[in-house]
């Protein structure tokens, strides 16, 4: 049984920075490529970061791209996103999802998803 745990999640103001933990078990994380994913209230779930199996790339939405970083640790079987100057318009629950193929932008892409950890940033 495959299970995605994220944590991190939290109030801070803007301008602060989070860092997200999502933790793989159940299956082979070195396996897989791993995304993140955020959704507002009323809105879309959107991609955020995706790293590949090796963590040799990365990609970025572009409205996060040199705020945001993603990281992986494959001996821990965790992903990480590095969340600096933090806007309010990133209040959204972040998921992570796993991947069996490569990095995707969209959600059909990944073959397992978190429960989702929420972030809130105050103006």
């Known amino acids: 049984q495959v299970q995605l745990v994220e944590s991190g999640g939290g109030l801070v103001q803007a301008g602060g920075s989070l860092r997200l933990s999502c933790a793989m078990s159940?299956?082979?994380?070195?396996?897989?490529?791993m995304g993140w994913f955020r959704q507002a209230p009323g809105k879309e779930r959107e991609f955020v970061a995706c790293?590949?199996?090796?963590?040799?790339?990365?990609y970025y939405a572009d409205s996060v791209k040199g705020r945001f970083t993603i990281s992986r640790d494959n001996a821990k079987n965790t992903v990480y996103l590095q969340m600096n100057s933090l806007k309010p318009e990133d209040t959204a629950v972040y998921y992570c999802?796993?991947?069996?193929?490569?990095?995707?932008?969209?959600?059909?892409?990944?073959?397992?998803w978190g429960q989702g950890t929420q972030v809130t940033v105050s103006s």
């Open positions: 999802a796993a991947s069996i193929s490569d990095c995707g932008y969209r959600m059909y892409a990944y073959n397992y």
């Open positions: 159940g299956r082979t994380f070195s396996r897989y490529a």
């Open positions: 790293i590949s199996r090796s963590g040799g790339s990365t």
